[in-house]
């Protein structure tokens, strides 16, 4: 087991060594998710390929991993996906919310990737938009997740971390109304 340390946001760019990537993949694995430890995104770009069949629809998350690798485009422009991420751009979001809900929620396949792994088996997903999260977290027959290897941290409140101060917020977007009343769970 690696020592914990309380990585700099400059830490949260670089990639973590062999036995924290092994570490994080092995606990990955004890909380039940396959996990596959690849050299690059070459390599991750053809696994996908062989992963998902010809036919089905996929719904490629908003992802630098993606957009880089060059798997966002394998997947929406090859031709052999029903690939919904182009389908829904070209929708009218006045006119046909419910159908862009409807499918971006369920796809056979979601694509992406999450903003933190760590070294207990923990992801942090977290998303601008929120486009992808019903299809992450359940409404996709299946889940890809391609993660580099600066993304695996020590433990949950580094992940934390790494999203409050490494990840790409949008300021204003969301609006919280806190109640100085106690209500709900």
Request: net charge negative; proline share 7%; hydrophobic share 45%.
């Amino acid at each position: 087991m690696s020592t914990p340390t309380t990585p700099t946001a400059t830490d949260f760019a670089r990639p973590a060594p062999a036995p924290r990537l092994e570490q994080a993949a092995a606990a990955l694995r004890e909380h039940g998710f396959a996990v596959e430890l690849l050299d690059d995104a070459a390599a991750a770009r053809h696994r996908v390929g062989e992963l998902i069949p010809a036919g089905v629809s996929v719904l490629t998350g908003a992802s630098e991993t993606l957009r880089l690798s060059g798997i966002e485009e394998d997947l929406n422009a090859c031709g052999r996906y029903d690939a919904i991420r182009p389908r829904v751009l070209a929708m009218d979001r006045a006119t046909e919310g419910d159908g862009i809900r409807r499918l971006i929620s369920a796809p056979d396949v979601v694509v992406g990737s999450v903003a933190a792994v760590t070294e207990t088996g923990s992801l942090v997903v977290a998303s601008a938009s929120g486009s992808q999260l019903p299809a992450y977290s359940g409404g996709a027959g299946r889940a890809i997740w391609i993660v580099g290897a600066q993304k695996v941290v020590p433990d949950l409140p580094t992940a934390m971390r790494r999203l409050e101060e490494h990840a790409e917020p949008r300021p204003g977007r969301v609006t919280v109304l806190l109640l100085r009343q106690a209500i709900g769970f």
